[in-house]
C-alpha cells in the first residue's frame, strides 16, 4: 500500500503562485509516476501534470502548459506541483496519484490517491 498527502493549497490572488506537495509513504518502490488532477466546482476531474519517479518524464495538460512544473525529492518521496499565473480556472480541489504505469492521464493508470487540498484564485 503507498499513502499519499497533499499539502501546500490555499487562496492566493490571480496572478499569484503555490506550490503543493504530494507526500509518498509506505510502498513507495511500487511507484513508477505520479500524476495530478484537479477538480473544479461542478466538473469532473481532470488531468493536471504527471511525472515518472525515476526520470522525471513529465506530462501537462495543454491548459498548465507553460505555468506549472512538476519536481520531486526522491529522498524525501516528495512530488511538487509549481502553480505559477494563477487564475480563476484554475480553482478546484487538487488530487495527486500514483501508480505503476507511466505518467498517464488516465485516472485508471493510478492506483492511489491523496485526499485532495483546496485550491482557491480570487480575480
Known amino acids: 500500500q503507498v499513502q499519499l498527502v497533499e499539502s501546500g493549497g490555499g487562496l492566493v490572488q490571480a496572478g499569484g503562485s503555490l506550490r503543493l506537495s504530494c507526500a509518498a509513504s509506505?510502498?513507495?518502490?511500487?511507484?513508477?509516476?505520479v500524476g495530478w488532477f484537479r477538480r473544479a466546482p461542478g466538473k469532473e476531474r481532470k488531468f493536471v501534470a504527471a511525472s515518472t519517479w525515476s526520470d522525471g518524464t513529465v506530462r501537462f495538460a495543454d491548459s498548465v502548459k507553460g505555468r506549472f512544473a512538476i519536481s520531486r525529492d526522491n529522498a524525501k518521496n516528495t512530488v511538487y506541483l509549481q502553480m505559477n499565473s494563477l487564475n480563476a480556472e484554475d480553482t478546484a480541489i487538487y488530487y495527486c496519484?500514483?501508480?505503476?504505469?507511466?505518467?498517464?492521464?488516465?485516472?485508471?493508470?493510478?492506483?492511489?490517491w491523496g485526499q485532495g487540498t483546496q485550491v482557491t484564485v480570487s480575480s
Open positions: 496519484a500514483a501508480g505503476s504505469l507511466g505518467p498517464t492521464i488516465l485516472e485508471s493508470g493510478y492506483n492511489y
Open positions: 509506505g510502498r513507495v518502490i511500487s511507484i513508477n509516476a
